[in-house]
């Protein structure tokens, strides 16, 4: 099992430019996330889908689109690049979204560090 | 506002040594508290979840202590390796709405072990 796996690894942008980040997982895990990492912050949700078909905003989705393409698959697209989404964006699964007392474990994907220049 | 507080921000020791990271949270109901840990250039890897009820917990040389009265959790690392050098993340489940929870994320510690 390869777990959770993003592409690309590494991108740099020009201030304007669009593009897609791409997060497939082969767990079988019903709720997916997409989370950045910016120096000195703890890592903040921009958008979770808590199972297939259905998509919410988290902390900061202000200039994030995504797509829940199916159980597997979660996307999140830059519509029109900005400087201040350079960032590392980790994409994340866990079985289901958390609830009451349950802690289903998330499990990272190895990142996509992004410059926007 | 829930938040999680780690300290310290860096810590440097020797190889052999033990350590102590520290994790003060104010989220509110508590449910859980988990610590992960992020090697450079990884995703972060659980390495403990803890509920209300536990009070210490290993994972190899890896123990996690909870105080869910003064709201405090430690990760006391013993005989560390030069492996163990990584950034070490508290997260507590913070309430979002409509029976679900949303993590909420520490800073981290950054811990170096040297030879």
């Known amino acids: 099992n390869a777990g959770v796996t993003q592409t690309p690894k590494f991108q740099v942008l020009k201030t304007g430019q669009s593009m897609t980040l791409q997060c497939a997982q082969d767990?079988?895990?019903?709720?997916m996330y997409w989370y950045r990492q910016d120096p000195g912050m703890g890592l903040r949700l921009i958008y979770y889908?808590?199972?297939?078909?259905?998509?919410d905003k988290g902390e900061v989705p202000n200039g994030y689109n995504v797509s829940r393409l199916n159980k597997r698959e979660f996307s999140l697209r830059l519509e029109s690049a900005a400087p201040s989404q350079t960032s590392v964006y980790f994409c994340?699964?866990?079985?289901?979204?958390?609830?009451?007392?349950?802690?289903?474990?998330?499990?990272f994907g190895p990142g996509t560090r992004l410059t926007v220049l | 506002k829930n938040q999680v507080e780690q300290s310290p921000q860096s810590l440097i020791i020797l190889e052999g040594k033990n350590c102590t990271l520290q994790?003060?949270?104010?989220?509110?109901?508590?449910?859980?508290l988990r610590w992960y840990k992020q090697d450079t250039g990884r995703g972060p890897v659980s390495l403990t979840i803890?509920?209300?009820?536990?009070n210490t917990k290993s994972n190899g040389r890896y123990t996690a202590t909870l105080d869910a009265d003064t709201k405090q959790s430690s990760l006391h690392i013993t005989a560390s390796q030069l492996s163990d050098s990584a950034s070490y993340i508290c997260?507590?489940?913070?309430?979002?709405?409509?029976?679900?929870?949303?993590?909420?994320f520490g800073k981290g510690t950054k811990l170096s072990v040297i030879p």
């Open positions: 994790c003060n949270y104010t989220v509110s109901p508590f449910s859980n």
């Open positions: 889908s808590a199972s297939e078909g259905t998509t």
């Open positions: 767990m079988n895990h019903n709720s």
């Open positions: 997260v507590v489940p913070a309430y979002s709405g409509a029976g679900s929870y949303q993590l909420t």
């Open positions: 803890m509920t209300f009820s536990e």
């Open positions: 994340a699964s866990s079985e289901k979204v958390l609830a009451g007392g349950a802690y289903n474990e998330q499990f």
